[in-house]
């Protein structure tokens, strides 16, 4: 149980263009849906916290209008670059937390996302 | 922001050695989890501790929450050469999950 599906797996866009990233929790039901960017070799840093049928919550430095979040359902989170740029190339992850229990961080398995 | 420092950034071991690693923060969390990131993958839970000075086994791995709530160990004995990967520690408050810096290990057969 507690699986996250996270799509795509990997990207390629253009400088200029938007991408649009999935996050879907398949076997449970997530109010509460994570955001993290990865650079190689560095851990996950928190962008924002998506909360089903409110406004997300970005974490500091997090530019909101380029990174759009929408949480429209209990299952499914969606992460859309903006405008992308090569610097926001990087390993993109979801995670959905399972109402109720402490440890119901279960991850999706990420995107790699590549601007060019 | 919080922080927790995971010390050793990476470790180079032969198959069948004991390991561990460790993580310290300046802020209390109510629980501690360890998790593995296989490259081009998310990270898997190994473990997770929600009360001071619990010891948890999983197998091969053994982890363990500080007394202060702001510390805890993993162990890993007989390593073999699957255990290969990045190790994070993070910590939850207030909802949000703060990694680790992470440790890389390798494992030489």
């Known amino acids: 149980g507690a699986v996250v599906s996270q799509h795509p797996s990997w990207v390629i866009c253009k400088s200029g263009t938007s991408v649009k990233i999935e996050c879907r929790s398949l076997?449970?039901?997530?109010?509460?849906m994570f955001w993290y960017r990865q650079f190689p070799k560095q851990s996950l840093m928190l962008m924002a916290t998506s909360n089903e049928g409110s406004k997300a919550t970005y974490e500091q430095g997090v530019e909101k209008d380029k990174f759009l979040i929408n949480h429209a359902s209990l299952t499914l989170s969606t992460l859309t670059v903006t405008s992308a740029h090569p610097e926001d190339s990087s390993f993109y992850i979801c995670?959905?937390?399972?109402?109720?229990?402490?440890?119901?961080?279960?991850f999706g398995s990420g995107t790699r996302l590549t601007v060019v | 922001g919080q922080q927790l420092n995971q010390s050793p950034q990476s470790m180079f071991i032969q198959e069948g050695e004991d390991v561990s690693m460790n993580c310290t923060s300046s802020s209390i969390f109510n629980t501690w989890l360890w998790y593995k990131q296989d490259p081009g993958e998310g990270p898997v839970l190994l473990i997770a501790l929600y009360k001071a000075g619990e010891l948890t086994s999983n197998g091969r791995l053994t982890a363990q929450f500080g007394i202060t709530r702001k510390d805890s160990f993993l162990n890993i004995s007989a390593s073999i050469p699957s255990d290969v990967g990045i190790y994070f520690c993070a910590g939850t408050s207030y909802g949000k999950l703060t990694f680790g810096q992470g440790t890389i290990l390798t494992v030489h057969p």
């Open positions: 995670s959905a937390r399972r109402t109720g229990l402490n440890y119901g961080y279960t």
């Open positions: 076997d449970f039901q997530a109010t509460t």
